[in-house]
């Protein structure tokens, strides 16, 4: 089955930039998304189509992709970032669902 | 505002079947695919599969033997059925949406329910 492959954790001090990898083999014809999940809630959504923002979301987060792998950038990232994040694609037939394997930033 | 409810027993017996509903409420059910997602304690996200308004189903291929979707819309519900469940299937259970727009944009899980966790013992 289709797997996206994320780096276990990612670490910065405040006002600095984080960057969260994902890589997959579907990802040149499919869209990454990536969720955010604080601990205790449930993931929401901070960037779709792989670069696009939902509104409320706050501009510091960016994402972008090339080939094989997308990145979500967090640009001075604050201790409220401090969270779980999940790439998420459809496989390359267009149905099944996967979400990468996670990556836990931790802002300090 | 989009409202999305999950409901059902906190816990089953080995072999037996879980059964999960989720209600929603703020926006129309019809033109979705509404979706379950679960989070064993300390792991990570997995897809379970997704449901049409039309009847139409997917299923992750590694649960697809068990798993059975279905939706009411005149409840505006959906429903979740795990067969033989083991303690693997501990998880919290999510529900969420997934749209298809007017010009074909996809746009997966923007609401979700608040989760609720289903224990597998004897």
């Known amino acids: 089955s289709y797997e996206l492959t994320q780096p276990p954790s990612v670490s910065v001090s405040p006002g600095q930039t984080a960057r969260i990898t994902c890589s997959g083999d579907a990802l040149p014809k499919k869209y990454a998304y990536w969720y955010q999940q604080k601990s205790g809630q449930a993931p929401v959504l901070v960037i779709y189509e792989d670069t696009k923002r939902p509104s409320g979301i706050p501009e510091r987060f960016a994402g972008s992709s090339s080939g094989t792998m997308a990145t979500l950038t967090i640009s001075g990232a604050q201790v409220e970032d401090e969270a779980d994040y999940y790439c998420?694609?459809?496989?390359?037939?267009?149905?099944?669902?996967?979400f990468g394997t996670g990556t836990k930033v931790t802002v300090l | 505002q989009v409202q999305l409810q999950e409901s059902g027993p906190g816990l089953v017996k080995p072999s037996e079947t879980l059964s999960l509903t989720c209600t929603v409420s703020g926006d129309s059910i019809n033109n979705y695919y509404w979706s379950w997602i679960r989070q064993p304690a300390g792991k990570g996200l997995e897809w379970i599969g997704r449901?049409?308004?039309?009847?139409?189903?997917n299923y992750n291929p590694s649960l697809k033997s068990r798993v059975t979707m279905s939706v009411d819309m005149s409840k505006k519900q959906f429903s979740l059925r795990l067969s033989s469940v083991t303690a693997a299937d501990t998880a919290v259970y999510y529900c969420?949406?997934?749209?298809?727009?007017?010009?074909?944009?996809?746009?997966?899980?923007?609401?979700w329910g608040q989760g609720t966790l289903v224990a597998v013992s004897s």
């Open positions: 998420f694609s459809p496989d390359s037939s267009g149905i099944e669902r996967v």
């Open positions: 449901v049409s308004t039309s009847g139409s189903t």
């Open positions: 969420s949406r997934e749209l298809y727009d007017d010009s074909g944009g996809y746009h997966p899980f923007d609401y």
